[in-house]
C-alpha cells in the first residue's frame, strides 16, 4: 500500500511541475515525507519507491514482532495528552504518535497501556477514538527497523534539497544529505509534528497551500490550525479534474 500511495503523490507532482508550478516549501506527513522529499529534488522517484517499500515491509515485521495500535485523541492539548501518556505508559510502550492540530493529537503503543490512556482522556473529559490499523507506529515497538532502514538508505543517493523541506521528526529544515538519512530512519520511531509544521509554515508567510494526493486529511488538519480571519488559499491535486481547478485559480 505504501508505494501505491506515493505513486498517486509522485504523478500528481509530476502533473504540476508539467503544469510549471514548484513548492518553495514542501512537508509530507508520515509516509507523505518521500514525495516531500522528491518535491524538493533531495530524493528521485526511483528511490523514493524503493524507500517507502523498503519501510512499509520492517514495519509489517516489526508490527507483528511488536503488536500494538493506536487512538486518536480529540479535544485535549498537546500538554494534557503528554501527562496522560506518562500516566499510563509507565511499566509499558506509549508516546504521542502525531500532533496533528492544537487538539488533535494520536497515541501509539501497547495495548494494555493505549487502553488505559484512551480511559484516561474519557474521565478527563477529552475523546479517544481507536483506529484501526496494523501496528503501533512512531513509536519504540518500530525500534528494531531504524538501523536496518539506515542501513538500507546507505546505498540510496539523497541529494542537499534544491527547496526548502520541513522534516516530521524535527519540524524544522535540513541540507546535509547524512543528516536527511538519519531523520528519516528515525521518523520511524519519531512523533509526526505536524502542527508545528504547520506553525513554522505560517509564520513563515506561507499563504498558497497544496495538498497533493489522494482525498483531503491534510487540508482538514489545516483548516483547523489557521487563524480564523486568514487570507491563505488551500487547494487539494488529487488527480485531472483538480489540478485543471488548481490551474484556474491560480491565474
Not at 540510496?156 to 516530521?168: A, D, G, R, W
Not at 544529505?177 to 538519519?182: A, F, L, N, R, S
Not at 502542527?195 to 488538519?221: C, H, N, Q, R, S
Amino acid at each position: 500500500l505504501q508505494p501505491a500511495i506515493t505513486a498517486v503523490n509522485l504523478a500528481c507532482l509530476a502533473a504540476l511541475s508539467k503544469s510549471g508550478v514548484h513548492a518553495a516549501v514542501s512537508a509530507g506527513h508520515s509516509l507523505g515525507e518521500y514525495a516531500a522529499l522528491a518535491s524538493a529534488g533531495s530524493l528521485s522517484k526511483y528511490d523514493a519507491l524503493r524507500l517507502v517499500n523498503k519501510r512499509g515491509e520492517l514495519m509489517h515485521r516489526e508490527a507483528l514482532a511488536n503488536p500494538g495500535s493506536m487512538a486518536a485523541v480529540l479535544g485535549m492539548d498537546i500538554e494534557a495528552v503528554g501527562k496522560i501518556v506518562a500516566q499510563a505508559g509507565e511499566g509499558g510502550v506509549l508516546a504521542v504518535a502525531n500532533h496533528n492540530t492544537a487538539e488533535q493529537i494520536v497515541i501509539t503503543g501497547e495495548k494494555e497501556p493505549l487502553s488505559q490512556a484512551v480511559d484516561l482522556v474519557k474521565e478527563k473529559g477529552g475523546k479517544a477514538i481507536p483506529l484501526k490499523v496494523s501496528g503501533a507506529w512512531h513509536c519504540t515497538l518500530m525500534q528494531d527497523a531504524v538501523d536496518d532502514f539506515r542501513q538500507f538508505m546507505g546505498d540510496v543517493s539523497f541529494s542537499i534539497p534544491e527547496t526548502t523541506i520541513l522534516f516530521n521528526a524535527t519540524a524544522e529544515s535540513e541540507s546535509d544529505p547524512e543528516g536527511i538519512k538519519d531523520i528519516m530512519a528515525e521518523q520511524l520511531v519519531s512523533p509526526v509534528r505536524w502542527y508545528d509544521i504547520l506553525l513554522k509554515m505560517m509564520a513563515d508567510g506561507v499563504d498558497v497551500f497544496v495538498e497533493v494526493g489522494p482525498k483531503k486529511v491534510l487540508t482538514g488538519l489545516l483548516k483547523k490550525a489557521l487563524p480564523s480571519d486568514t487570507e491563505a488559499k488551500l487547494y487539494n491535486v488529487e488527480d485531472m479534474q483538480s489540478l485543471e481547478s488548481f490551474l484556474g485559480a491560480m491565474g
